[in-house]
């Protein structure tokens, strides 16, 4: 199993999945130009995927859905709650494109499992995905308010994990949010602190676990350097050797990461 961030934040998500038989995209909140062209850059073929799913209906999350749909010919995945919510942004997708599944479904694409799981955020129907292929493990957990034992059984002893860091608390609290926006974003339905992240990394993290992409950063509210430096702290307090045993990667919002091949060992 290989995957891309190809891009990561407030301003947009999508994320590339990919087996030898199938691949399939998450989420696609930047334009179709620039997911084909990160796509492009990373050595993969568009007209491989299969299927794309949504996580939720924020715009940074769908902005790009019914363009993709529409000129790539994809099926699009997403739990009811999402399809209502997102309907303003999407434009017309083809019914006979528009599947919903449900939290407790597993989807298979070729011979890749994807799992969705329920998560905390201000949105209709949100979900988390765990991706299996053979013996390996992808969890893409962000957009959390917090993180649920739920959420925790769902993704623990992953192999590889993109997962939230979105804010310092402090830079938030002196940021140049209004008081409302910011009070959202600290709540349970808000999204996680880089704090909170490493704090829910120490629980979820095993002896496989290789990889750590940390995702969705605020552009105003935190930094890739203090976004590592805290959940690297908080990791070595643990008694998580980073660089040894687990290696932090960063998240770009304009440009992909490279593509990364899990393989357990």
């Not at 130009?33 to 799913?53: F, P, R, S």
Request: hydrophobic content about 40%; proline content about 4%; overall charge negative.
């Amino acid at each position: 199993m290989r995957f891309s961030v190809l891009a990561s934040g407030s301003t947009g998500n999508a994320i590339f999945v990919e087996t030898d038989e199938t691949a399939v995209l998450i989420d696609a909140g930047v334009s179709g130009k620039q997911i084909t062209t990160a796509l492009t850059e990373i050595g993969a073929d568009v007209k491989k995927i299969e299927a794309l799913l949504v996580t939720h209906e924020h715009s940074d999350h769908v902005r790009g859905v019914g363009v993709m749909s529409r000129k790539q010919d994809l099926d699009v995945h997403a739990t009811a709650g999402t399809w209502e919510g997102m309907e303003k942004y999407v434009g017309e997708i083809d019914p006979a494109k528009q599947h919903t599944f449900s939290v407790g479904d597993s989807l298979s694409f070729g011979d890749l499992k994807i799992e969705p799981f329920p998560i905390s955020h201000d949105a209709r129907e949100p979900v988390g995905f765990c991706f299996y292929h053979g013996e390996t493990k992808l969890a893409l957990a962000t957009d959390l308010g917090y993180v649920s034992t739920r959420v925790k059984d769902a993704i623990t002893g992953a192999d590889a994990f993109i997962f939230e860091s979105n804010h310092d608390v402090e830079m938030l609290r002196v940021g140049p949010h209004p008081w409302n926006v910011k009070k959202r974003i600290l709540g349970d339905k808000g999204h996680l602190s880089n704090e909170t992240a490493g704090d829910a990394l120490t629980e979820v993290l095993a002896g496989n676990s290789k990889d750590v992409y940390l995702a969705h950063l605020s552009p105003d509210n935190n930094m890739p350097e203090i976004a590592e430096i805290t959940v690297r702290g908080i990791l070595t307090q643990n008694g998580i050797a980073v660089g040894q045993d687990v290696v932090l990667h960063d998240t770009y919002r304009d440009k992909p990461t490279p593509l990364k091949s899990i393989k357990r060992l």
